[in-house]
T-cell receptor, first 111, second 112 residues
Framework: QKEVEQNSGPLSVPEGAIASLNCTYS??????FFWYRQYSGKSPELIMS????GDKEDGRFTAQLNKASQYVSLLIRDSQPSDSATYLC???????????FGSGTRLLVRP | DVKVTQSSRYLVKRTGEKVFLECVQD?????MFWYRQDPGLGLRLIYF???????EKGDIPEGYSVSREKKERFSLILESASTNQTSMYLC???????????FGPGTRLTVT
């Protein structure tokens, strides 16, 4: 079992819809979680970090964390074609400063 | 804003050459990281450093070494480049309190 799992996609949504991206992790003691956006040919860009159970909102983005079920999700409201990218979920290793990255979900927003 | 810069965006080297990739951050971060990213394999950690002159191996350290003589600078060294080291190399730095990692623009290295 991979430490951080994401569906590779592509997840295709129409413009204006809500895109829901999901991530599960295997280490129950993990405490810090991150979402990155990566456009093709570019480096990952941090979108959100979340450390507590529940929801955290930042503009059109909402991160949701459920430690009991070991999943973290990212909702993108009013999706735009410019949101089309690969979204990487990352979990901090409990024993070091490393982040463990999922393989990413490719999101395609159709105009 | 955190700024992480890398010495080159594109680099072409020959097999057997010694290659230096440099990374500089301006946020006084203690932690710095080197990754490579290949299609279908995702981000893979090569080495990281949590302090000057300190380093730890990541998941794929073979064929690489690193140097951190100053807090703001972290160098990745390919002692003898091989074609299987053709990849996108990404440097990141992080604040040890938030653990948020910030990436540089990347260096696309081609070894021929």
């Amino acid at each position: 079992q991979k430490e951080v799992e994401q569906n590779s996609g592509p997840l295709s949504v129409p413009e204006g819809a809500i895109a829901s991206l999901n991530c599960t992790y295997s280490d129950r003691v993990s405490q810090s979680f991150f979402w990155y956006r990566q456009y093709s040919g570019k480096s990952p860009e941090l979108i959100m970090s979340i450390y507590s159970n529940g929801d955290k909102e930042d503009g059109r983005f909402t991160a949701q964390l459920n430690k009991a079920s070991q999943y973290v999700s990212l909702l993108i409201r009013d999706s735009q074609p410019s949101d089309s990218a690969t979204y990487l979920c990352a979990v901090k290793s409990p024993s070091s400063y490393k982040l463990i990255f999922g393989s990413g979900t490719r999101l395609l927003v159709r105009p | 804003d955190v700024k992480v810069t890398q010495s080159s965006r594109y680099l072409v080297k020959r097999t057997g050459e010694k290659v230096f990739l440099e990374c500089v951050q301006d946020m006084d971060h203690e932690n710095m990281f080197w990754y490579r990213q290949d299609p279908g394999l995702g981000l893979r950690l090569i080495y990281f450093s949590y302090d000057v002159k300190m380093k730890e191996k990541g998941d794929i350290p073979e064929g690489y070494s690193v140097s951190r003589e100053k807090k703001e600078r972290f160098s990745l060294i390919l002692e003898s480049a091989s074609t299987n080291q053709t990849s996108m190399y990404l440097c990141a730095s992080s604040n040890p309190l938030s653990y948020e990692q910030y990436f540089g623009p990347g260096t696309r290295l081609t070894v021929t």
